[in-house]
């Protein structure tokens, strides 16, 4: 594979053909592996040998969908993991120590949050935060024992957008390690690795699916990182299985034709909301009047497919907008081929103190959109009945 386009090695990417010649690659629903002889075994259990030897390890399947990923980011090496979730969290366990330190932005996914203030401080490891409008506060946050950087970029739900550039070269100054959860974007719109990101995470749950059917992650970035969370995964065994990486292999064969219409539905719906009269503001990184839109147009090639934006009359008009929803599907989900709404405050961050969650962006009537693949007239029509 010799392509530079991410379209061709979505498609062209694949592992190599059995003795059967099939033009689509088979699913190698296998725990193990057997081996020629004693010798044979040996050098492979003593990494002499790369080869599959069982399936927590690596797998056929699960070894296409890592290369595509690493193609597609520009990656040197990457492992895939049955979750977003257990990608973020293999990553920390796997590169942190007791008494590390995390500098991480504030708006980040609601599970990672707890993993950060609940589950990691068990082990001694403690976080500093910074808002999306306090990058100039960062430097002052590191401390000696300050191994990461982390952040989402567009964030969850509220749709910011992060200047990678100045996040990387922070980073890079200090000599931590720059963490980018990139599951908003996709590789297809965005390399965080070209801004100097270390690794790069994705829950392929989400668009890389692309049509709610399984549960996915992925870690990709520098071999010598990759070979520390490779290590640990290997023993800890948050493995992919080889049936959910056959399905996302071939979700990403057509992301880009995906993601390009998700992105056209977008902008239009984003359009529609921010002329209506019981809306306050939208958030969709390639309107004009997005804060960070300029930041937004270098770093991404389109908007994304999630809308954020706030209804007025706080919670209880967000709560009485679901009820009113009628086509669009109500769930925690994002990324599918059928457009979600979520009311982040009344459900998915309701735990959250208030004061916490309007730090980053999630207010009373805020409303995030996963808008899908259906006509956009229909889409924006379901919106506006309930808006009224």
């Known amino acids: 594979m010799n392509s530079k386009h991410i379209e061709t090695q979505a498609i062209r990417t694949q ?10 690659n088979p699913l190698y629903l296998t725990s193990s592996y057997v081996f020629e002889d004693a010798e044979d075994m040996r050098a492979s259990f003593a990494d002499e040998k790369q080869r599959n030897i069982y399936s927590r390890y690596s797998n056929p399947n699960t070894s296409e969908f890592t290369e595509k990923i690493c193609l597609m980011e520009g990656a040197e090496r990457g492992y895939a993991f049955a979750s977003g979730m257990s990608a973020v969290f293999s990553t920390f366990a796997a590169l942190l120590n007791a008494e590390d330190h995390i500098v991480s932005c504030r708006s980040i996914f609601g599970s990672t949050q707890t993993l950060f203030n609940n589950i990691l401080p068990k082990w001694n490891i403690s976080n500093s935060y910074f808002k ?46 720059f963490i980018i959860d990139n599951c908003f974007a996709t590789p297809y719109l965005q390399q965080p690795i ?36 490779y290590l640990f995964s290997r023993n800890t065994g948050p493995a992919l299985s080889p049936f959910n990486a056959w399905i996302l292999s071939k979700s990403l064969e057509t992301l880009p034709v995906r993601v390009d219409r998700h992105c056209d539905n977008a902008l239009k719906v984003a359009t529609f909301l921010e002329s209506h009269g019981n809306v306050n ?17 270098k770093q991404m090639k389109q908007g994304g497919n999630v809308v954020a934006f706030e209804i007025k009359g706080g919670i209880e008009a967000g709560r009485k907008f679901l009820n009113a929803i009628q ?39 805020l409303i995030r959109v996963s808008v899908g693949l259906e006509h956009p007239e229909d889409i924006i029509n379901d919106l506006k009945q309930a808006l009224n």
């Open 194 to 229: 070209k801004f100097g990101a270390d690794l790069v995470i994705h829950s392929a749950t989400k668009l890389i699916d692309g049509q709610g059917r399984v549960l996915g992650g992925v870690t990709v970035g520098s071999s010598e990182l990759i070979q520390k969370i």
């Open 132 to 177: 999306i409008d306090e990058l100039d506060t960062i430097e002052s946050l590191i401390q000696p024992n300050t191994k990461v950087i982390y952040a989402e970029s567009p964030t969850n739900p509220a749709v910011d957008i992060l200047d990678l550039q100045r996040l990387g070269d922070i980073a890079k100054k200090h000599g931590l390690i």
């Open 327 to 365: 086509l669009l599907s109500l769930s925690a989900n994002l990324g599918d081929t059928r457009s979600i709404v979520t009311h982040p405050a009344s459900t998915t961050h309701a735990k959250i103190p208030e004061d916490i969650r309007l730090q980053t962006g999630i207010t009373g009537g």
């Open 281 to 297: 503001f939208v958030k969709y990184p390639f309107l004009k009047s997005h804060p960070q839109y300029e930041l937004a147009k």
């Open 15 to 24: 592992i190599e053909r059995s003795q059967f010649q099939e033009h689509s």
